[in-house]
C-alpha cells in the first residue's frame, strides 16, 4: 500500500495564510498531501503511548424488544443519556447503556415524522431535532417525547446539526448543481446563513455515496464537510458566518468534480486520486479517513507538535493495550471521542483480554447483543 506524504505546514501558532479569497479560503490551515510517501507510525512519535484500555469507557447498550440495534447510524453523547440512531429508530439510553425510551412516534400525523434521517440534540435546552427526509420536514421533540413545532425544508439534505439553536444542514449535491452547501437556519426555518456550493457537475444518473458524517460540535463552533470538498469549513454561531478552516492540497491527485456525476466513470477513474471521506478535530488531533488512489488511509495530525501520523493499524485505527482491540473516532459529542464493537469483536478475544471491568461485560454478552459503545477523552 503506498501512502502519500503528508507535510503539515501549520498548526495553531503557526499559521500560514492563503491569499486566495475565492471560497472563503483566507487565513485558513492548509494540509500538503502533495508529496507522495509514507507518513511515519505513530509509534515513532516523541512520547509515544498506546491507548490503555482503561482509558476508555465501555457501555454496552442494552437490548430489548424495542431496543434491538441492527446498525449504527449515529451517537450522540449528553449529561445523562445516550442518543443513538440505527436505521428508522432514535434510541434512549442512561450513561450505563440501560434502556430509557424510543424517541419520536413514526406516522404520517402532524406530529409524527415518517423517516428518522438524522437528528440533533440541543442538549442546554433538551430538545431534540429530527430531520425527516420522507415527510420533508424538521420536526422538534422535548426529552419528554411530546411534540413541539416543525417546519418544511427545501433541496435534499444530507445531514443535521444544531448549535446555539442554529440548525445546520448540509446538502446531498445529487444533481451537481445545488445553490448552497450548507444552511443555517433558525427553530422556525428562516434562513440565518448560507454556505455557497461550488462543486458543480452534470449527473448522468441516479449515484450517491455513503457519508458517516458532515458536522461536528467543537469549540462552540460547527465544523463542517462536504462531500469529496477538500476544504473542512467553520461555522461561528454568533457572527453567523462561514469560513474555511483546513484546506487539503491534493496537488495533482485532486478528485475533479466532472466524475462525481457518472458511477461508472467515478468506479473506472477514482482510484487515480485522493479525497477525505470523514473528519474528526479535538483539542489535540485532526482524525482523518481519507480514500488514496483507491485504497482507506487513517492520518493522525498532533495540532501541538505540528506532525502527521498514521495510526498503529491503518485500516483500523489505535491500538487499544490490554483491550486486544482498535479504536477509531466514528463521532465527537460532548468532548467524547466516540466508536463501537460488535459483541462478536470482544468475544473472540476474551482469553487476550485482561481488562477486569471489559471481561466483566464480556460474561454478558453473546452474539446476538447490541454493539458496545466506546468512549474516549484525550
Known sequence: MSYMKINLFVGLSTLLFVSCIAGGRENSNIIDFDMMSSAKSIEQSEGYKPIESKSLVYVPLQMTDKSQISSIDKVVICDSSIFVKSDNNLLQFDKEGKFIKTITPLGQGPKDVIQIFDFSVDTSRKLIYILDFSGGKISIYNFNNEFLSSFPIACVPRNMEVINSDILLTYINIMGNDKFK???????????????NYMKYTPTGFFLLPSIKNMEVFDKNMIIRQNFNDTIFNY???????????????GGAKLPYDILGDEKKFNLNSSKYAYITDFTETNSYL????????KDAKYIFDKKMHRCFVPENRNKGR????????????????GYLIGYLSPTDLLIKKSQIKNAKLLKIIDGLNEESNPILLLYKE
Open 182 to 196: 450548507t444552511v443555517a437556519l433558525t427553530p422556525k426555518g428562516d434562513t440565518l446563513a448560507t454556505a455557497s
Open 236 to 250: 461561528n454561531p454568533q457572527t453567523k458566518s462561514f469560513k474555511a478552516k483546513y484546506i487539503f492540497d491534493f
Open 287 to 294: 482524525y482523518v479517513n481519507s480514500t488514496v488512489y483507491g
Open 319 to 334: 491500538l487499544v493495550k490490554n483491550g486486544y482491540h482498535n479504536f477509531w473516532p466514528e463521532w465527537y459529542s460532548n
